[in-house]
């Protein structure tokens, strides 16, 4: 995050632009799932999938239940008509569930809850028409209980942790589908059922937006590093395999970056282990405003970061983090700058398999420089 205008921050005390910042970010976030980071999109993904194979599975073992409760009351022509879209249903909610084991992406999270949406939606406009057209007798009452289907789909929206410009899509869409039968019929009930189910859509999307909320927080903490706010190892492990599994996918440049601080252990020696904080906080500050957009850096480990940079080779990546660290030097107590050693390896360039040879390459690169006079960051 780049630093804000001093002008600013004179005006404004830290404190309250922190707070503004992190405002402004909540909402963005929770208006749309766009600029989510991608380890947080990963993860909202899979909870995403996680639910909608639960919820499918859920109503493609009760489906069939309701078989032997419609051949009591129906007409058999109606009853194999029915029935025969029930089952249909119940297989289609099947293959959904299985289908959502694929790969947590928030492509296939979206259409998971499409596909689940318009299953039940398609059923409940069959099973509108049909019925509206046959006399039930006895049995009306029982047959009432279809209307409940989209009240239940509406609220089911709320399990699902999505932003406002997603929630208000699905909601819009089923209100849509739901009013139709009733449009076409001219029935004069479209009106207090639209408001209904528009009260059920209102609080389905708040508790949808909170769901949200929550989960953005609980990844922030478990995936932040306390001390820097840059992504913890944890965190940059599972980043790392999935930028490493994109760019052999759809081959492009992956470098990684290794850098450590020279002489840390004097300043936490001479100092104190708060200055030794400090020095690391605006390491990591410099860092973060210096990449670019889609670039990742994670505190590794004490003095040590991690800087990874997809489509960058070798020497843009070293030329890059050369123009951060001349542009500004962080500074010990007495004055003197604080050196930084690294090395980089390049996916495309180098012979590693994985992500971990990759950081064990750079690791090794920067002990050289190390060993070797420090202050430099090299690629080979």
């Known amino acids: 995050m780049r630093m804000p205008d001093n002008s600013v921050a004179v005006a404004v005390p830290r404190s309250i632009q922190s707070f503004l910042l992190l405002a402004t970010g909540e909402w963005r976030d929770l208006f749309s799932s766009r600029l989510h980071p991608r380890l947080f999109q990963r993860e909202r993904a899979r909870f995403i999938l996680s639910r909608v194979r639960i919820i499918a599975a859920l109503l493609a073992i009760l489906a069939p239940f309701r078989i032997a409760v419609d051949d009591l009351l129906l007409p058999h ?15 289609a909610l099947a293959v959904l569930a299985f289908f959502c084991r694929c790969s947590p992406t928030q492509r296939h999270a979206r259409l998971a809850m499409v596909m689940l949406f318009l299953i039940t939606a398609l059923f409940f406009l069959f099973a509108h028409v049909l019925l509206a057209r046959t006399q039930l007798n006895g049995a009306a009452e029982y047959f009432d209980k279809y209307t409940y289907l989209p009240f239940i789909l509406m609220a089911s929206i709320g399990v699902f942790p999505t932003a406002l410009l997603e929630t208000l899509t699905f909601t819009l869409s089923l209100l849509a589908v739901f009013a139709l039968p009733l449009w076409l019929r001219e029935d004069p009930r479209i009106l207090p059922e639209l408001i209904a189910l528009a009260l059920v859509a209102s609080v389905a999307t708040l508790a949808a937006m909170s769901q ?14 306390p001390l820097t706010g840059l992504l913890n190892r944890r965190a940059g492990e599972e980043l790392l395999t999935l930028l490493f599994a994109q760019a052999e996918r759809h081959p492009h440049s992956l470098s990684i970056a290794m850098l450590d601080v020279d002489n840390f252990k004097g300043v936490n020696d001479n100092w104190g282990h708060e200055t030794g904080d400090r020095v690391l906080q605006e390491i990591a500050q410099l860092l973060q405003s210096g990449v670019r957009m889609g670039d990742a850096v994670i505190r590794w480990g004490g003095e040590e970061f991690v800087v990874v940079m997809p489509y960058a080779n070798s020497g843009q990546a070293q030329a890059r983090l050369q123009v951060i660290f001349a542009g500004h030097t962080v500074q010990k107590p007495d004055g003197q700058p604080i050196g930084m050693s690294g090395g980089i390896a390049e996916l495309q360039a180098e012979s590693g398999k994985n992500w971990s040879d990759l950081v064990r390459l750079a690791d090794n690169r920067m002990y050289q420089v190390k060993i070797n006079g420090k202050g430099r960051i090299v690629t080979e």
């Open 77 to 91: 022509h109606l009853f194999i008509l029915l029935d025969s879209g029930r089952t249909i249903v119940a297989v």
């Open 212 to 225: 949200l909320q929550n989960m953005k927080r609980l990844f922030v903490q478990s995936s932040t590093d």
